[in-house]
Structure formats: structure tokens, C-alpha cells
């Protein structure tokens, strides 16, 4: 039971406009104020109308049950044995990856002022389906199976294999458009395997995403490990080509990013 006195409430909202006293009983709720003075009249008689003592009645039933949180704290899944990658080869890949960054952002302004070619159209920022093809390409997105590409073939079609991360592209994007290709990829890959493509864009994109991470950034990271750490929980060999890919995306969110309870150990 919750009760509020009008004394207390009078206390805490003070009188900002005054009103004159008048005989309120000459106003009718019902009918719509003529001017400002009886407009503030008929709040005036409204109040005075309410109880000093207003109860509101609350089902005891209602508050035994707790409310419930759905909040993500599970790690990533262990890898199979022989599947993770030791502690050292992953201080080796932070370290290349923080020289990465560091030259991405001493040499932005000049990659970013350099002219794209004329078959390089970026997506708008919230294009969600566009970004997908442009990165993952047509082949992959219109596809329920992987098809691989070597985007070092100059002869390639960009559009049917994806555009790779080029700094002239990804210099481009600012902060709030890195968070939005980023996590179009990783919704794309909730739900589909692990693509070349997709990692070379996973890594790129990280690469530009500045720190102290924003809170979407840190639930975007944690949920590539997470997905990163399934796929290679399923993977049949240690031969597999995306078993480097998916250690990589642990290790630099888990290592660099500092999420350390979803790292791997040794």
C-alpha cells in the first residue's frame, strides 16, 4: 500500500504561477477554459477536489515472483583438445595487431583522401543488406553454402566475391559506422559458418575500433568470441583453414580488448 500527502507533494512542487482567488464553484470541469487565468482556476479545482490521502492497492501475488534479467555472462566454449592456441602465439598476434591499429590511425587522413575506384560504391551506413554484400559478396550472401575466393586475383569481380577492407575504404568510416558494419557481420555470422571474407572484415573493422569501447562495441566483441568459439567447437580437424581465423577473433577481443574471461589458457 503506497500513500502520498498532498502537504508533501506541496513541499516538493512549489507554487511557480500565481492565481488569483476567486469562487471556484462558478467554473465547470466540463467546459474548456476561456483564457489562461481560468485555465490555472480549474487546476486549482481539480486539486482541491483530489483526497489528501491517495492509496494505491497492490497485489501481494505480484511481488513474490522476482522479476527476471536476461543478462549474457556465459564465456566462450572450450575449445577441443588441441584446438586453442598457446598463450605466446597470442601475445605474438596482439602485438602485431596493436602495430596495425597504430599505423591505421597515424596514416587515416591520407588512405581516406585517396580516390576509390569507380566500381567501389560504399553502402549507406544503416544498409544492413548492402554492407553484407558489399563485404561478404553476392556469392556468399545468395548462398547457403561457403564458396572460397582469392581476392588477390585482380581479374576477380568484387561485387560477386566481396570487397576487401582496403584502407581507403575503412578509413572512411567513422566510429558510429565501423559499430554498424560490425555488427551486421556478426548478426550475418550468428546464424551462417566462418567465410574468408568475413574475417578479413571482422579484423579490419576491429583494428579501427577505438578504445574505451562504447557499450554496444563491448556486447558486439563479446558476442563475435562467443560465436567464434562455437564454430570452432564444431570444427572436425585442427587442418581446418578457419581454425587460425576463429583463435584470432578470441584472442584479440579476449587479449587486446581486455575481456580476459573469455580467453583462452593454457
Known amino acids: 500500500m503506497l500513500a502520498i500527502m498532498n502537504s508533501d507533494v506541496e513541499e516538493l512542487m512549489p507554487r511557480l504561477l500565481p492565481v488569483e482567488k476567486s469562487d471556484t464553484s462558478e467554473f465547470d470541469l466540463s467546459e474548456p477554459p476561456r483564457n489562461p487565468q481560468e485555465y490555472l482556476r480549474q487546476v486549482q479545482l481539480e486539486a482541491s477536489l483530489c483526497p489528501d490521502v491517495v492509496v494505491a492497492q497492490i497485489d501481494p501475488k505480484k511481488l513474490k515472483k522476482k522479476p527476471t534479467v536476461n543478462v549474457s555472462l556465459s564465456g566462450c566454449q572450450a575449445a577441443p583438445v588441441g584446438f586453442s592456441p598457446s598463450v605466446r602465439w597470442q601475445q605474438r598476434q596482439v602485438s602485431n595487431f596493436s602495430e596495425i591499429r597504430q599505423s591505421i590511425n597515424k596514416h587515416r587522413q591520407h588512405w581516406k ?60 568510416l567513422n566510429q558510429t559506422s565501423v559499430s554498424m558494419v560490425l555488427e551486421y557481420l556478426i548478426n550475418w555470422f550468428a546464424e551462417k559458418e566462418f567465410v574468408p571474407q568475413l574475417g578479413r572484415w571482422l579484423y579490419a573493422l576491429l583494428a579501427c575500433l577505438e578504445k574505451p569501447l562504447l557499450p554496444e562495441a563491448h556486447s558486439l566483441i563479446r558476442q563475435l568470441a562467443r560465436r567464434s568459439s562455437e564454430v570452432r567447437a564444431n570444427l572436425e580437424s585442427k587442418e581446418d583453414e578457419a581454425l587460425s581465423a576463429l583463435n584470432l577473433m578470441i584472442c584479440l577481443v579476449a587479449r587486446y580488448f581486455e575481456q580476459n574471461d573469455l580467453a583462452d589458457k593454457d
Open 113 to 172: 583522401a585517396q580516390a576509390l575506384d569507380d566500381n567501389v560504391i560504399m553502402p549507406k551506413s544503416d544498409d544492413e543488406e548492402g554492407w553484407k554484400k558489399f563485404c561478404l559478396g553476392e556469392n556468399v550472401y545468395n548462398s547457403s553454402t561457403p564458396i572460397p575466393s582469392d581476392n588477390n586475383d585482380p581479374g576477380l569481380d568484387y561485387v560477386k566475391v566481396g570487397f576487401p577492407p582496403f584502407l581507403s575504404i575503412v578509413s572512411r
